[in-house]
């Protein structure tokens, strides 16, 4: 066994005979025991304390199953368009977080994409209990249009500031898509026109 082996180098390093020796193994016991429980305690506790949000965000694939995939390439301005949020709280107490969605035109030509214009489109509350999640609908009404647009959702553990932004989010996902006018179909039917 392990135990004997250490205590018999334990005892010959120490030059520990006869008698001596039945203390050393207890000794050597002791330790190993007071070493796993140490162990065990420090795992315990560590894993009891990492507190931390998911966010995310899904589309509805063709069986109206919520996927991380199949994101939407171009949405409609001045109509709602469905997206999807995720959000897990798994810290120790009830929060209530707020996702603020902005459509930004970028200028992308250099390494580092700049923000040339935006709007924010939605600003919605989410209360989550202990340890709880839910998947949000959120729906986005943009008034700019354009291509290579990003769609930027920011995710605050409560209320966001008034320049929201991905300096100040505790969470960002985003997705680059297109923004193109109402179809002709929907603008004829909203104002209760036939249409063609």
Not at 24 to 32: G, I, K, P, T, Y
Not at 35 to 56: L, R
Not at 83 to 98: I, K, L, Q
Not at 151 to 162: A, Q
Request: aromatic share 6%.
């Amino acid at each position: 066994m392990v135990l004997d082996r250490v205590a018999a180098w334990v005892a010959s390093a120490f030059e520990i005979n006869g008698r001596h020796s039945a203390a050393v193994n207890a000794l050597v016991l002791v330790v190993a025991i007071v070493g796993i429980a140490g162990v065990g305690y420090t795992a315990a506790v560590s894993e009891g304390t990492h507190e931390y949000t998911e966010f995310y965000l899904l589309a509805e694939n063709e069986s109206g199953e919520l996927v991380a995939q199949g994101y939407p390439a171009s949405i409609q301005s001045e109509r709602p368009n469905e997206f999807h949020v995720g959000v897990e709280n798994h810290r120790s107490e009830p929060t209530t977080y707020s996702v603020v969605v902005k459509l930004q035109r970028m200028y992308t030509a250099n390494e580092t994409p700049e923000v040339l214009e935006e709007e924010t489109v939605t600003v919605d509350r989410i209360p989550l209990a202990a340890d709880a999640g839910t998947v949000e609908r959120l729906n986005v009404s943009p008034e700019m249009r354009g291509s290579d647009m990003r769609l930027r959702f920011l995710l605050y553990p409560d209320d966001p500031p008034e320049n929201a932004s991905i300096e100040t989010a505790s969470h960002e996902t985003h997705l680059w898509l297109n923004v193109t006018a109402p179809a002709e179909s929907d603008a004829t039917a909203s104002a209760g026109l036939p249409s063609r």
